[in-house]
């Protein structure tokens, strides 16, 4: 009796695996078949979906969409398209890059960004993902060089005056930006060499620390140079959430040209400053004069 029992448990387990395993699979398959039905319903021919989960295996459902399969949502992956399709699953988040609503199908999060709204700006010469092309030191009483090591530029000083690209939350929202907190004893200064020049520079940034709630808290002064002379300046002020700017040129940069962004404040203690940007091209007109600063 016991050799019997035996036989039919080595018999009935793997039989019991085998059906739990196709039950998976074929759960799987469903609720990418009902995903693809949802994105092919939905999603225009000419925008881009990003499956952001090592789950997915190559969807073959949706051939005739642009399907990009990786572990986060990466700008340049998205740039020039007007709608971006993001799946992943429902704890996802994704950066700021245009308007976004959310929809769950079954256990997957989708969102759709609507990058049109931003492509004005996005379309410039992107001073966050050309940040690696940069150097960075900062100037005071001695110019003090920022060496990038393991792709973070390290200032002398406390941890948290390097520059680096940071994803943080600010006035409730997720906001991927160049985090380069200044000093009041000098400034930082950030050299791109080779920008392609153009006619504006389109600026966000702010303040992600608690200083911004009170009011002792200084104002970040930014200045912005090329060819050796000032060609503008903004000051980003001590209020909560990201704040939009933009440096129009009167006299149009001619690239290739090195821009320096010069950042500074009254008050460095909690000063966590972080900034991003786009040189925009020049439009058709000629110009002269002294430099502007922000519209």
Same mark, same amino acid.
């Given at each position: 009796?016991? !050799? ?18 196709? %039950? ?12 693809? @039905?949802?994105?092919? &319903? ?12 090592? =789950? ?6 949706? @051939? ?30 994704? /950066? ?23 492509? +004005? ?12 092309? *940069? ?18 530029? *390290? ?17 409730? %929202?997720?906001? !991927? ?5 200044? +000093? ?11 920008? /392609? ?6 600026? @966000?940034?702010?303040?992600?620390? =608690? ?6 808290? %200084?104002?970040? !002064? ?7 002379? @000032? ?20 006299? /149009? ?12 404040? !009254?008050?460095? =203690? ?10 925009? /091209? %020049? ?9 502007? &600063?922000?519209?």
């Amino acid at each position: 009796m016991k !050799e019997k029992t035996k036989q039919i448990v080595l018999v009935a387990v793997p039989l019991i695996l085998a059906l739990v395993l196709a %039950a998976v699979v074929v759960t799987r398959e469903r609720r990418e078949a009902a995903l693809a @039905e949802y994105l092919l &319903t939905n999603a225009d021919e000419r925008d881009v979906v990003v499956l952001v989960s090592s =789950d997915f295996d190559k969807m073959h459902r949706l @051939e005739g969409r642009r399907v990009i399969y990786s572990d986060a949502v990466h700008w340049d992956d998205v740039m020039g398209y007007d709608v971006a399709w993001v799946v992943g699953p429902g704890w996802l988040e994704v /950066p700021m890059l245009g308007e976004v609503t959310v929809r769950d199908v079954g256990p997957y999060r989708v969102h759709r960004i609507d990058l049109a709204a931003h492509s +004005r700006k996005r379309k410039g010469y992107n001073l966050l993902r050309n940040l690696h092309h *940069a150097s960075v030191h900062r100037s005071g009483t001695r110019i003090e060089p920022c060496p990038r090591r393991s792709g973070v530029f *390290a200032c002398v000083g406390e941890p948290w005056f390097s520059v680096d690209i940071k994803r943080v939350f600010m006035g409730g %929202a997720p906001f !991927e930006c160049i985090y380069a907190h200044p +000093r009041s004893d000098g400034e930082l200064v950030i050299v791109f060499p080779q920008t /392609p020049g153009g006619g504006s520079l389109a600026l @966000e940034g702010g303040i992600d620390d =608690d200083g911004v709630y009170y009011p002792h808290g %200084a104002d970040v !002064e930014m200045v912005v140079e090329a060819g050796g002379r @000032e060609i503008g300046r903004t000051t980003f002020g001590n209020v909560p959430g990201v704040q939009e700017r933009v440096l129009t040129f009167v006299d /149009p940069l001619q690239g290739p040209v090195p821009l320096v962004v010069k950042i500074t404040a !009254e008050n460095q =203690d909690t000063r966590h400053f972080c900034f991003t940007g786009w040189l925009e /091209p %020049a439009p058709d007109r000629q110009g002269g004069g002294e430099p502007l &600063t922000e519209q």
